[in-house]
């Protein structure tokens, strides 16, 4: 990357253009450096195992690395003033025009990726649709499934009502499965089969971006 403004400007700042283009949020929360290299290194670890699958699209990105808390643990400004002193550097397009075509490189990679909920959501949704499956239907000779029909027992009073939450769900997901399919092949045909099995599992989750990607094309 050139940086192309002579006044210094900090790394958060001169990507805000660049994450409000692409829709992303604003970090609303902050970790010390020691907590966060402690997570980033847990997972390392989990990916490190993961290592032949890193390229599947249904994995997805590591929350965090060492190195990216390394990165941003510090503050960062950009300045070519060094290298024009040293070098001779003159930049060859202004910081607007620079952002400009910045944004418009990575907007136009963002259509053709496959967006998708956080590592968080992910976890909630599976976890969630396994642990009623397993009050549903599993024998309570384990543990924690007799802890999990015991718990759906207090919350909903009968078995029926927790094997019908689980066929709801199932048919809710496959709904959403099927319209984002069809969504699909006409806002991105080139991953509509993605789309269908991320939906399938994450459910509205999942839909959401696509219909946000939808809504966006429909504006343009």
């Given amino acids: 990357m050139l940086v192309l403004s002579r006044s210094p400007i900090s790394t958060f700042e001169f990507l805000q253009p660049l994450l409000?283009?692409?829709?992303?949020?604003?970090?609303?929360?902050?970790?010390?450096?020691?907590?966060?290299?402690m997570l980033g290194r847990i997972f390392w670890a989990i990916y490190t195992v993961l290592y032949p699958w890193l390229n599947r699209w249904w994995?997805?990105?590591?929350l965090i690395l060492p190195a990216e808390v390394y990165k941003v643990g510090v503050t960062?400004?950009?300045?070519?003033?060094?290298?024009?002193?040293?070098?001779?550097?003159?930049?060859?397009v202004s910081p607007r025009e620079g952002m400009a075509a910045t944004i418009s490189y990575w907007q136009e990679?963002?259509?053709?990726?496959?967006?998708?909920?956080?590592?968080?959501?992910?976890?909630?949704?599976?976890i969630g649709i396994t642990s009623v499956f397993s009050a549903a239907y599993l024998p309570d000779i384990v543990p924690p499934v007799?802890?999990?029909k015991a718990t759906s027992l207090v919350l909903f009073r009968s078995?029926?009502?927790?094997?019908?939450?689980?066929?709801?769900?199932?048919?809710?997901?496959?709904?959403?499965?099927?319209?984002?399919w069809n969504l699909a092949r006409r806002v991105d045909p080139a991953n509509a089969r993605a789309w269908f099995w991320q939906t399938l599992v994450?459910?509205?989750?999942?839909?959401?971006?696509?219909?946000?990607?939808?809504?966006s094309e429909a504006t343009l």
């Fill in 20 to 37: 409000r283009s692409l829709d992303y949020d604003q970090p609303k929360a902050s970790l010390s450096v020691p907590r966060a290299l």
């Fill in 59 to 62: 994995l997805p990105q590591p």
């Fill in 76 to 92: 960062h400004y950009f300045s070519f003033l060094k290298a024009r002193q040293e070098l001779g550097y003159v930049p060859m």
């Fill in 109 to 126: 990679r963002k259509t053709k990726t496959l967006d998708g909920p956080t590592i968080y959501a992910r976890l909630f949704v599976v």
């Fill in 146 to 148: 007799s802890l999990l």
């Fill in 159 to 180: 078995m029926w009502v927790v094997r019908t939450i689980f066929h709801l769900a199932m048919a809710a997901h496959i709904g959403e499965a099927v319209y984002a």
């Fill in 202 to 215: 994450f459910g509205i989750r999942s839909l959401r971006f696509l219909l946000k990607r939808a809504k």
